[in-house]
């Protein structure tokens, strides 16, 4: 992810204050979903409207002084723009920066909670398929506390009863980063449950756990199904 110095972003209360609304997106209820969506929309409207302004200001111009001027100014709303809009606002993870501390987690794992929960209104309004795939990978290389470890143990807990979805192989890692009884308890009763991609995910998942050595990939789990892999 690139890194935007927008205003607030290494502050938690700043964080807060652009981005609560998007709590409503994974709400139960529909209606509040809907709010969250509105604003989501008029947010991302302000996010095309700011990149516009910086692709103009960057246009090759004889005036370097006044073009300099404009080009700030550009930048700068764009980052006001972004730092108020998924999933622009999770660009801005320095790379220095653990996720862990980040002030932006929150809203990381809400992003990702949103795909697993309501993935139809994620794909239409925010898709992304490479900040998932990022946030995941940070995710499951990093040390949570017990909070955070419990969400994430529910991320997966959730992928495996779902038909397989762009960059859900990710979540293995996250599987293995949280590995422990808690997360094997969900495995097994989704291995155990009436739905066949539950049973199929799910023991996929518990196999690799057992197996840290062997890495996830198309050939590995190709291989597994057809069963040649004990």
Same mark, same amino acid.
């Given at each position: =992810?690139?890194?935007?110095? +927008?205003? $607030?972003?290494?502050?938690?209360?700043?964080?807060?204050?652009?981005?609560?609304?998007?709590?409503?997106?994974?709400?139960?209820? @529909?209606?509040?979903?809907?709010?969250?969506?509105?604003?989501?929309?008029?947010?991302?409207?302000?996010?095309?409207?700011?990149?516009?302004?910086?692709?103009?200001? &960057?246009? @090759?111009?004889?005036?370097?002084?006044? /073009?300099?001027?404009?080009?700030?100014?550009?930048? /700068?709303?764009?980052?006001?723009?972004?730092?108020?809009?998924? %999933?622009?606002?999770?660009?801005? /993870?320095?790379?220095?920066?653990?996720?862990?501390?980040?002030? +932006?987690?929150?809203?990381? !794992?809400? *992003?990702?909670?949103?795909?697993?929960?309501? %993935?139809?209104?994620?794909?239409? #309004?925010?898709?992304?398929? $490479?900040?998932?795939?990022?946030?995941?990978?940070?995710?499951?290389?990093?040390? #949570?506390?017990?909070?955070?470890?419990?969400?994430?143990?529910?991320?997966? +807990?959730?992928?495996?009863?779902?038909?397989?979805?762009? /960059?859900?192989?990710? *979540?293995?890692?996250?599987?293995?980063?949280?590995?422990?009884?808690? !997360?094997?308890?969900?495995?097994?009763?989704? #291995?155990?449950?009436?739905? %066949?991609?539950?049973?199929?995910?799910? +023991?996929?998942?518990? &196999?690799? !756990?057992?197996?840290?050595?062997? @890495?996830?990939?198309? #050939?590995?789990?190709? =291989?597994?199904?057809?069963?040649?892999?004990?």
């Amino acid at each position: =992810m690139t890194e935007v110095a +927008g205003p $607030g972003t290494d502050d938690d209360q700043g964080w807060s204050e652009r981005l609560a609304w998007a709590y409503g997106l994974t709400a139960p209820d @529909p209606a509040e979903r809907a709010a969250a969506l509105v604003r989501l929309a008029s947010a991302r409207s302000e996010v095309e409207a700011a990149v516009l302004r910086v692709q103009q200001a &960057w246009h @090759p111009t004889p005036c370097l002084r006044l /073009k300099a001027r404009d080009r700030a100014a550009a930048d /700068k709303a764009y980052d006001e723009a972004a730092s108020r809009s998924l %999933p622009e606002a999770l660009w801005s /993870k320095p790379y220095s920066q653990e996720i862990t501390t980040w002030p +932006g987690l929150p809203f990381a !794992l809400l *992003y990702l909670e949103w795909e697993v929960r309501y %993935p139809r209104e994620w794909t239409q #309004h925010a898709k992304a398929w $490479g900040t998932k795939q990022s946030l995941i990978r940070q995710l499951a290389a990093a040390d #949570h506390d017990h909070q955070v470890r419990a969400r994430l143990i529910d991320l997966v +807990g959730l992928v495996v009863q779902r038909s397989h979805r762009c /960059k859900d192989r990710e *979540y293995v890692r996250v599987a293995r980063a949280v590995d422990g009884d808690e !997360l094997r308890d969900r495995l097994r009763r989704a #291995h155990r449950s009436e739905n %066949p991609t539950a049973r199929l995910h799910a +023991g996929y998942v518990l &196999w690799l !756990l057992d197996r840290p050595e062997i @890495p996830n990939t198309r #050939h590995v789990w190709r =291989m597994w199904l057809a069963g040649t892999l004990t």
